[in-house]
């Protein structure tokens, strides 16, 4: 069974950083494809960073371009988004999930989401 538990989510002024973590209960991490999600009130739910771990490719949302990194680290079976330079936009509450797709990113398995809030 695949578990996927988000940390590192909460509240921070805008211009500021967040660190989020998603640690997989998995076999092969190495060879999985990740995403990171988010959804705002009102709003569906939109990819925002994928990494694929086999071959460290890497996509983002215009959005976050620039401001937002994914990375994993192999021996922990954690996937990171770190972010940078927030902005009120940005809060939502983010989702960890393996890929099932990769362009446009769809998720297959799921964290619980952690929340992001960015005042300004």
């Known amino acids: 069974e695949v578990q996927l538990v988000e940390s590192g989510g909460g509240t921070v002024q805008a211009g500021g950083s967040l660190r989020l973590s998603c640690a997989a209960s998995l076999d092969t991490f190495e060879d999985y494809a990740f995403g990171w999600f988010r959804q705002a009130p009102g709003k569906e739910r939109e990819g925002v960073a994928c990494?694929?771990?086999?071959?460290?490719?890497?996509w983002y949302a215009d959005s976050v371009k620039g401001r937002f990194i994914i990375s994993s680290d192999n021996t922990k079976n954690t996937v990171y988004l770190q972010m940078n330079s927030l902005k009120p936009e940005d809060t939502a509450v983010y989702y960890c999930a393996t890929l099932g797709r990769w362009n446009p990113p769809s998720g297959n398995f799921w964290g619980q989401g952690t929340q992001v809030t960015v005042s300004s």
């Open positions: 990494k694929y771990n086999k071959d460290g490719r890497t």
